[in-house]
């Protein structure tokens, strides 16, 4: 692993955190409160995941240390944080969304060994953050942003494969950064186009 591919690392991160604030933005006065605290919560973790994925890979390239337990944490985190968000943006679309609605407390699920919760979790979270605002989108007759959410949603899956290949191999490394890299600037453009759609018919 390289300090170049490392400091590659964080653009995607730094992708989805812009897209994140303009999705929240763009639905904050779209969503019940508890929604739009699941929304805020499970992008919040996903950026968290990234950064310490991204510092980890930084960390051992500059040979400092390998904080290994930043890379464990990654996927768990990653897998939950999308849910939530993909649950936030599925009440948006299938629920009457209440403004004085309050959000329960809920537990956080505890962290274990097994991957194939976390992948479940993180396939349907990614299907319903992406695939819900790809409906949402289509609901505001735009044409363009569905198809680049779906587009996203594509990439993060070709994501969760190529993680199970040979990562000691440098060329897998840098064709995963490839798909990353797109993949969050494919979201980005799209929150960015259904941004200006709304702005566009709040003005109307």
Same mark, same amino acid.
């Given at each position: 692993m390289s300090v170049p591919m490392a400091i590659v690392d964080y653009i995607p991160v730094l992708f989805f955190i812009i897209s994140a604030v303009v999705i929240q933005r763009t639905l904050y006065d779209k969503m019940s409160k508890g929604a739009f605290a699941l929304l805020s919560a499970g992008t919040i973790m996903v950026i968290t995941a990234g950064l310490m994925k991204a510092t980890w890979k930084l960390l051992y390239a500059l040979g400092v240390c390998d904080f290994e337990r930043l890379n464990q944490a990654f996927f768990p985190m990653q897998a939950v944080g999308f849910l939530l968000a993909g649950i936030a943006v599925?009440?948006?679309?299938?629920?009457?969304?209440?403004k004085t609605e309050t959000l329960a407390a809920a537990g956080a699920p505890a962290v274990f060994s097994g991957t194939m919760v976390f992948v479940a979790m993180m396939v349907l979270g990614s299907l319903g953050y992406c695939g819900g605002l790809a409906l949402y989108a289509k609901r505001q007759n735009?044409?363009? @942003?569905?198809?680049?959410? &779906? =587009? @996203?949603?594509?990439?993060? &899956? =070709?994501?969760?494969?190529?993680?199970s290949r040979d990562f000691e191999k440098p060329a897998m490394n840098w064709i995963a950064e490839g798909v990353n890299l797109v993949g969050q600037l494919v979201l980005l453009v799209a929150a960015i186009m259904l941004a200006k759609k709304e702005k566009a018919a709040e003005a109307v």
């Open positions: 599925c009440a948006l679309l299938f629920f009457r969304q209440k735009k044409k363009t @942003a569905p198809i680049l959410f &779906l =587009a @996203a949603f594509v990439c993060l &899956l =070709a994501m969760g494969y190529l993680s």
